[in-house]
């Protein structure tokens, strides 16, 4: 490695003012430059040799130590997935709400075409159908019209579960097939909560199935995960929940 060919001694002395410097040659790899600090009498004499170099680094004896944890508990890996709850609701169509309406953007009559709206608002059930738990709300947007087949929306709502709070979801919604989309939040009980939700559609546009998958939220409360009722379009709230009696229903439910 080339490094700077000169060298300086210099001299210090703290009992006099002058500075003296004295060059010198030095080897080709390093350069040196040694200060002699001469202290009061009552002090002892100390000198200090200091290796240096311009362009190079002198190698320097390396030493490795091992360090042990003390800690009886390890750190958590945080990769670990996070668990998984899964929550089963009914959403029905009662014919009560006015729901859904139909706006026709695209300005074509008795074709879907992409751009037309359909905001919608239907009462929601436990997946055992033995409790109203509220109501969905939201909008979903004409992508794409499949004569003979059905429509595909781009769709973005939430779920009202009263005093527990919502959860908000957006994704692709087909009325010819099952589908999923993401959680993107909510609140309550449910704040901070991740996934996804399962769509299955039973009856086109007036009974729908959903399984969520929620991460990151505690445990839900027992009345919200009865066993869920097998999916069917024949399916129907009990009489108790369909008419919201006491304990029949969660508190505050959304209406």
Known sequence: MACSSSASRIVISSSSSSVKQVHNSCPAQSSFMQFKLTYPRSLTHQSFNLHATT???SSVPKRSFTCT??????IPSTN???RVQELYVYEINELDRGSPAYLRLSKKCFINSLGDLVPFSNKLYSGDLQKRVGITAGICILIQHKPMKGDRYEAVYSFYFGDYGHISVQGSYLTYKDTCLAVTGGSGIFE???GQVKLKQLVFPFKLFYTFYLKGIEDLPGELMGKPVRPSPFVHPSPMAKAC???AAVANFTD
């Open 55 to 57: 362009h190079c680094i």
């Open 69 to 74: 944890s003390q800690s009886n508990n390890p």
């Open 80 to 82: 670990e997935p996070s």
């Open 192 to 194: 901070g909560v991740s």
């Open 245 to 247: 009696k006491p304990g």
